[in-house]
Nanobody, 126 residues
């Protein structure tokens, strides 16, 4: 059974930083496409950073230059380093996995992922 467990959310001041972690189990970590998504208040869930097993990494415009997705294969852990946080980054953050190498054009679209964590809340105050 595939399980994804996020942690690292919390509160931060605008301009601050948080690092989210997602521990994955139940699958061969390096063969999957994985990503971070978020759901802002009143909005649909959106992809912010993801990569496929071919090594392609894509960032949403809102994340470029501020957020960095990375992984530690030895720990089966996915990370999202978030710097220069803004109040508009406040929302629920989810990690997701899919058991195939998604095409580059699709890796930020939630409908292509079958496995999801429970989410971790990020709150950024001004």
């Amino acid at each position: 059974e595939v399980q994804l467990v996020e942690s690292g959310g919390g509160s931060a001041q605008a301009g601050g930083a948080l690092r989210l972690s997602c521990v994955a189990s139940g699958f061969s970590y390096g063969t999957y496409s994985m990503g971070w998504f978020r759901q802002l208040p009143g909005k649909e869930r959106e992809g912010i950073a993801a990569f496929n097993s071919a090594g392609t990494t894509i960032y949403a415009t809102s994340a470029k230059g501020r957020f960095t997705i990375s992984q530690d294969n030895a720990k089966n852990t996915l990370y999202l380093q978030m710097n220069s946080l803004k109040p508009e980054d406040t929302g629920m953050y989810y990690c997701a996995a899919e058991g195939r190498s998604l095409a580059s054009w699709s890796i930020l679209f939630q409908q292509y992922y079958n496995y999801w964590g429970q989410g971790t809340q990020v709150t950024v105050s001004s």
